[in-house]
């Protein structure tokens, strides 16, 4: 009885525990940007969560989804976290290794077609 009393504890210390991660990330480009109260330090990040407010009292604080969407939080003002990431103005730009991936596999395809031999025959075409 003893370790099944433990083992839910463990389990529900467990759920809380992921219930809490942040999904978008808050970074404070100068002093004065607080996450839910609790201060950022410039130039320095914290995790924030649905419902989180970032509050800017000067300075400036870019918070980046998941999706890689961000929005700016200016001086005097706030901006409170929603579970639902933006959409994003603009596409997203791939980063220099996704780029490396994308070619990788395109030179593979070639590949896999050059060996599967496809088209070039010496067929000659059937009289009608």
Not at 7 to 35: C, D, M, R, W
Not at 98 to 115: E, I, N, Q, S
Request: glycine share 12%; aromatic share 4%; with cysteine.
């Amino acid at each position: 009885m003893k370790q099944l009393v433990v083992g839910l504890i463990a389990t529900l210390a467990a759920g809380a525990a992921f219930a809490q991660q942040p999904t978008v990330l808050a970074h404070a480009k100068s002093e004065g940007v607080t996450v839910s109260g609790h201060a950022v330090p410039a130039a320095s990040s914290m995790g924030a969560a649905p419902g989180d407010v970032i509050a800017v009292t000067s300075g400036e604080a870019k918070v980046t989804y998941a999706n890689g969407c961000s929005v700016t939080v200016t001086s005097a003002a706030s901006y409170t976290v929603e579970a639902k990431p933006p959409m994003c103005a603009s596409p997203v730009k791939a980063a220099a290794t996704d780029t490396k991936y994308y070619w990788a596999v395109g030179a593979g395809v070639v590949a896999a077609a050059a060996l599967a031999g496809g088209g070039g025959g010496d067929d000659k075409p059937s009289s009608p």
